[in-house]
Nanobody, 124 residues
Framework: QVQLVESGGGLVQPGGSLRLSCAAS????????MGWYRQAPGKQRELVAR???????NYADSVKGRFTISRDNAKNTVYLQMNSLKPEDTAVYYC??????????????????WGQGTQVTVSS
């Protein structure tokens, strides 16, 4: 079982910055992909950015050039640096990790865990 704890959301003015963090804890797992999704009121949850264990990244077109995803593999933590925030970035942001469950070195299942969500509000 993987537990995720998110932090860093809040209220910020347009043009401002926020940094989200998500730490994964537990035992018997190996994480491959870590990512951030968001869901605005009345809209579907959408991918914001994701990063593999090797450092490859993907971004939604709407955040390219403004958001940066990074991770610390030793700490099982993923970060999302959000700059030049816009009102349309307002949403609940969710951390997601995907990987495998291990017993000794044997893969016994898959991991697909979600954080509790953190509110990001961009408003003047």
């Amino acid at each position: 079982q993987v537990q995720l704890v998110e932090s860093g959301g809040g209220l910020v003015q347009p043009g401002g910055s926020l940094r989200l963090s998500c730490a994964a804890s537990g035992s018997g797992f190996s994480i491959n992909v870590m990512g951030w999704y968001r869901q605005a009121p009345g809209k579907q949850r959408e991918l914001v950015a994701r990063i593999t264990s090797g450092g490859s990244t993907n971004y939604a077109d709407s955040v390219k050039g403004r958001f940066t995803i990074s991770r610390d593999n030793a700490k099982n933590t993923v970060y999302l640096q959000m700059n030049s925030l816009k009102p349309e970035d307002t949403a609940v942001y969710y951390c997601n990790v995907k990987g495998t469950q291990l017993r000794d070195t044997v893969i016994v299942g898959l991991v697909d865990s979600w954080g509790q969500g953190t509110q990001v509000t961009v408003s003047s």
